[in-house]
């Protein structure tokens, strides 16, 4: 009796052992496979016509999810559902995975449409008048933005010290043509345009209006925290396709389709200091 016990209990042992085994090879072959998610728009094109044919060069099979919002993106990504995702900058990566109580790390930084100040009224910076009103985003994040292109255009003086992250309208020092600030919803400023005689428009927004980038009066020198990145779980920073996807970004086949298909996308550091 003693020994079907023991033999049952090996079999039992054995039998978990293997399939313990058949699951992590199994984990490992699915990694040819990957499932990259990102905003629908200028981002899942990227994926689609800059990432997806060259990973498939190394013996990837990759599959695009896109999505609609900011949200599940990073749920999906933390829930297995996504390998990897690109739509976000740092400051958002880092906020969200600090409230959802989540692991994100970035793989690579990627050339981002950036912010831009359109108009229908002014054909240049130098045509601005006194008192121009100005539609800005109402979130700190974006509207921090739109304060420093402004100061790049010369149209406001920032006070010295001033955090390029947290910029708000307390902290001009001179506002040269008495703009007057009027903050929408992000969503709203494309069609702020045609009402308004200056718009503060984020790229993605932009974009998704069918904008041209290059229309801008003057685009944004966005910092590398807001461009966008490939995201993985932290767990699989180190895994063998994240590695083939920051090979993929740092390429000269990657950067060259960004140059023909992706006109006015500002390029992080690592692209313009080599």
């Known amino acids: 009796m003693k020994k079907w016990i023991y033999f049952s209990l090996l079999i039992f042992v054995v039998g978990i052992l293997g399939a313990c085994s058949n699951s992590e090879?199994?984990?490992?072959?699915?990694?040819?496979?990957?499932?990259?998610?990102?905003?629908?728009?200028?981002?899942?094109?990227?994926?689609?016509?800059?990432?997806?044919?060259?990973?498939?060069?190394k013996g990837y099979t990759i599959e695009v999810k896109e999505f609609s919002d900011y949200i599940q993106p990073n749920i999906s990504l933390s829930e297995g559902d996504l390998d990897a995702n690109l739509f976000q900058h740092k400051i958002y990566m880092e906020t969200f995975a600090e409230e959802h109580n989540i692991e994100l790390s970035e793989v690579k930084i990627v050339p981002t449409a950036p912010m831009g100040i359109y108009s229908n009224k002014f054909e240049s910076i130098e045509d601005i008048k006194e008192g121009t009103p100005i539609a800005i985003p109402n979130d700190p994040t974006n509207a921090a933005r739109a304060f420093q292109i402004l100061e790049d255009a010369k149209l406001i003086t920032l006070k010295p010290d001033t955090d390029p992250l947290t910029v708000s309208e307390k902290d001009i020092q001179e506002n040269k043509l008495n703009l007057k600030f009027e903050p929408l919803e992000a969503a709203q400023l494309p069609r702020a345009v045609e009402s308004v005689d200056l718009s503060a428009v984020p790229g993605n927004y932009a974009l998704a209006a069918e904008m041209d980038l290059l229309d801008a009066l003057q685009l944004e020198d966005m910092p590398d925290d807001y461009r966008n990145r490939v995201?993985?779980?932290?767990?699989?920073?180190?895994?063998?396709?994240?590695?083939?996807?920051?090979?993929?970004?740092?390429?000269?086949?990657?950067?060259?389709?960004?140059?023909?298909?992706?006109?006015?996308?500002?390029?992080?550091?690592?692209?313009?200091?080599?």
């Open 231 to 274: 995201v993985v779980n932290t767990e699989d920073v180190d895994a063998t396709f994240a590695k083939d996807l920051k090979e993929v970004v740092e390429s000269a086949e990657f950067e060259k389709t960004i140059d023909e298909e992706f006109k006015g996308f500002g390029k992080p550091k690592w692209m313009t200091e080599e």
């Open 25 to 57: 090879n199994a984990s490992s072959e699915d990694k040819k496979k990957l499932v990259i998610g990102a905003t629908a728009g200028p981002y899942s094109d990227m994926v689609t016509k800059a990432v997806k044919p060259l990973m498939e060069e």
